[in-house]
């Protein structure tokens, strides 16, 4: 099954601002939204922003969501060392009655 | 606070089968679709089932279609996992959760003579 497009990567300084994008189709992220996921090394999924870009209680301000056509963002503000992690998107594709992930984008802060 | 914890992962050799179980508790869980989503350690996340509310629907990724079956009691707020014909690359963690809320701590699966 397709999934989700996710660059690999990002890099950033300490307190600087980083954008991550997730990119699918009028299926999935342009039909249903996505949601953001954060995962650290070990550690199971946690939800940072739902697919009505929505932040669950206790996440941090400084996560945000957006969704403009296809493309979802995910914008995290004021970088600090333990935002290091697997970020992932996800989205329910109404053409393949299935979850898709993104392939997930490392997040280093420099 | 809401909890999901897996059990019934473990060593499985190829070709046997495995039934994974997912307790709930802290949320209506007879109102979720529920799923279950695998991840090779390193790898990335893959979605391998789901279920609806009240269990009248499933789908599947194609990789376990026929070989995985999902199912749900709610009256006992538990998601299960039944694997057979489990081969090398079914080795994993899986989760258990509803995906766009919450998601349990995970349950290694290992398939290896």
């Known amino acids: 099954q397709a999934g989700l497009t996710q660059p690999p990567s990002v890099s950033k300084g300490l307190r600087q601002t980083a954008t991550l994008t997730c990119t699918g189709n009028?299926?999935?992220?342009?039909?249903?939204?996505a949601a953001w996921l954060q995962q650290h090394q070990g550690h199971p999924p946690k939800l940072l922003s739902n697919?009505?870009?929505n932040r669950p209680s206790g996440i941090s301000e400084r996560f945000s969501a957006s969704r403009s056509g296809s493309t979802a963002s995910l914008t995290i503000t004021g970088l600090q060392p333990e935002d290091e992690a697997d970020y992932y998107c996800s989205a329910w594709d109404s053409s393949l009655n299935a979850v898709v992930f993104g392939g997930g984008t490392k997040l280093t802060v420099l | 606070e809401v909890q999901l914890v897996e059990s019934g992962g473990g060593l499985v050799q190829p070709g046997g089968s495995l039934r994974l179980s997912c307790a709930a508790s802290g949320f209506t869980f007879s109102n979720y679709w529920m799923h279950w989503v695998r991840q090779v350690p390193g790898k990335g996340l893959v979605w391998v089932a789901r279920i609806d509310n009240d269990g009248s629907g499933t789908s599947y990724a194609d990789s376990v279609k026929g070989r995985f079956t999902i199912s749900r009691d709610n009256a006992k707020n538990t998601l299960y996992l039944q694997m057979n014909s489990l081969r090398a690359e079914d080795t994993a963690v899986y989760y258990c959760?509803?995906?766009?809320?919450?998601w349990g701590q995970g349950t290694l699966v290992t398939v290896s003579s």
């Open positions: 697919r009505n870009n």
């Open positions: 009028s299926n999935n992220v342009g039909n249903q939204g």
């Open positions: 959760g509803t995906v766009y809320e919450y």
